[in-house]
Antibody, heavy 116, light 112 residues
């Protein structure tokens, strides 16, 4: 069965960096686009980024361009999100999701807290 | 960027009654080459990740009860729960993937 498991969240100071990982299993990872979506506490869903099957195409929410970088390692069935210059408003649960027409499978999420 | 606006922000419906959620996109999400609307609906219960309900605006994901239906085209879309059950209490989101990806702000459905 399809499984996505995020890791790498935690407490980070403003201005700091963090790398999130998403381990995929139960499907042919290299056949699918993948994405990151976040949800601030008590708020709605915010799309963050997506990456194509080979990694050749990426896109980001306008508000995040330049600070976040999505990448993938198809040999390791893994998706990553590199986050720099973190701000308090980046505090959220970060979900990775498989994309086929839309986000059809989601991981349970990992919490990122940006606070001094 | 395409802005997705849902209405209402919340609604309370009696058990067994109909619940209707609207989603409007700031520009059409209908792709003319395949006549498909790049619009999905999700359900999120507290403490859980979202669950896909519909893609192509009206194609029900496997396992979704048929009391849920999706409709609309172009810029105006609707998610309908024909007979609300207790387990349908959740926040519902629409999402477009015509250009990049954006979510609506969510609609909270509660029992009256």
């Amino acid at each position: 069965q399809v499984q996505l498991v995020e890791s790498g969240g935690g407490l980070v100071k403003p201005g700091g960096s963090l790398r999130l990982s998403c381990a995929a299993s139960g499907f042919t990872f290299s056949d699918y686009y993948m994405g990151w979506i976040r949800q601030a506490p008590g708020k709605g869903l915010e799309w963050v980024s997506y990456i194509s099957t080979t990694g050749s195409t990426t896109d980001y929410a306008d508000s995040l361009k330049g600070r976040f970088t999505i990448s993938r390692d198809n040999a390791k069935n893994s998706l990553y999100l590199h986050m720099n210059s973190l701000r308090a408003e980046d505090t959220a649960v970060y979900y990775c999701a498989r994309e086929l027409r839309c986000f059809d499978y989601w991981g349970p999420g990992t919490l990122v807290t940006v606070s001094s | 960027d395409i802005v997705m606006t849902q209405s209402p922000d919340s609604l309370a419906v009696s058990l067994g009654e109909r619940a209707t959620i609207n989603c409007k996109s700031s520009q059409s999400v209908l792709y003319s080459s395949n006549n498909k609307n790049y619009l999905a609906w999700y359900q999120q219960k507290p403490g859980q990740p979202p669950k896909l309900l519909f893609y192509w605006a009206s194609t029900r994901e496997s396992g979704v009860p048929d009391r849920f239906s999706g409709s609309g085209s172009g810029t105006d879309f609707t998610l309908t729960i024909s007979s609300l059950q207790a387990e349908d209490v959740a926040v519902y989101y629409c999402q477009q993937h015509y250009t990049s990806r954006t979510f609506g702000q969510g609609t909270k459905v509660e029992i009256k």
